[in-house]
């Protein structure tokens, strides 16, 4: 069969999880085809492995994150490789990566020699994506589950960066005299089991999900706001859930008065993100 005849059969099965883009997928992974318009080149040509392509479609169409089945994960502007231990990179997510990119410009220069930390680290995305940036900054990436930072490594081996894997609990892998510029973390923050799309709780892996209370991984990593770890110039940058702001402002107005800090909305118009910033001088950072 050739990806045209594939194409059209697939687009006639109305399966929700067999959407358009997903179809584009799946045959691009296929045929090794980058682009789409590498496949549009090749409609005509014969399937390469129809046998696994079939497996893969059935898999996709009973609701298994298309992620998963191909391995792959697209997150700004490449590919990282996933598998069910490590949660598939959201467009939230790069939202967050895109915009801490020019805050660390904004702040510390195009080439600073700078040390970064992403906290939770999962698939390595956001560590990774600003080393391939600041290729002068030390990074750390660090993670809980074993499982989950070898599959960073691997994405950081085929990004063909140097990165500083840590096993650990939250802050307990960075050293007190490491003097960090910035912390990045999108961590767990989802209270409420209910509150998550089925697809989600089924595939993907809870140690990324949940926390209890929601604030806790926030207010540890914030802890290190009063110790000798961080720099004297420093920057916080956090993914939250879109409730959480009133109780995020609560914790550092109680514990950090006086620290400069900034939500952000995603481009949906949520609250989806906290920036902590100490920066001697700069009254605003955009
Ligand atoms: C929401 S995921 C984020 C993964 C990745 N940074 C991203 O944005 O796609 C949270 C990550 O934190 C890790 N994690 C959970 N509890 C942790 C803990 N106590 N200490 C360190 N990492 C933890 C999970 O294994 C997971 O990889």
Do not use: W
Not at 4 to 31: C, M, P, V, W
Not at 164 to 187: H, L, Y
Request: with cysteine; charged share 30%; aromatic share 12%.
């Amino acid at each position: 069969m050739t990806y045209r005849e594939k194409y059209f059969q697939l687009q006639k099965l109305n399966n929700k999880y067999l959407n358009l883009s997903a179809i584009k997928t799946l045959l691009q992974h296929d045929g090794n085809f980058k682009e789409f318009f590498n496949l549009i080149n090749h409609f005509d040509d014969e399937i390469n492995d129809e046998k696994t392509l079939d497996e893969y479609i059935l898999r996709v169409s009973n609701g298994e994150p298309l992620q998963y089945v191909i391995g792959e994960a697209y997150f700004v502007n490449s590919n990282y490789y996933v598998t069910p231990d490590v949660l598939i990179p959201r467009q939230e997510t790069e939202e967050l990566a895109v915009a801490t990119l020019k805050m660390i410009v904004k702040m510390f220069g195009k080439e600073p020699k700078i040390k970064i930390v992403d906290i939770g680290t999962g698939s390595g995305i956001l560590g990774i994506y600003l080393k391939e940036y600041f290729k002068n900054s030390h990074v750390i990436c660090t993670d809980i589950s074993e499982k989950v930072l070898q599959i960073a490594e691997k994405n950081a081996k085929a990004h063909n960066v140097e990165i500083d894997f840590r096993k650990g609990d939250m802050i307990e892998p960075i050293k007190e005299e490491e003097k960090v510029d910035v912390i990045i973390s999108n961590p767990p923050y989802i209270g409420d089991k209910s509150t998550v799309d089925p697809q989600t709780l089924k595939y993907e892996p809870h140690l990324a999900l949940f926390a209890s209370p929601k604030t806790k991984y926030y207010e540890k990593i914030m802890s290190l706001i009063d110790t000798f770890v961080l720099n004297d110039k420093f920057l916080m940058a956090f993914e939250i859930g879109e409730d959480m702001k009133d109780e995020l402002t609560h914790i550092i107005e109680s514990k950090y008065k006086g620290i400069m800090y900034k939500f952000e909305k995603d481009i949906y118009g949520k609250d989806r993100y906290l920036y902590i910033v100490k920066n001697e001088g700069i009254t605003y950072v955009a």
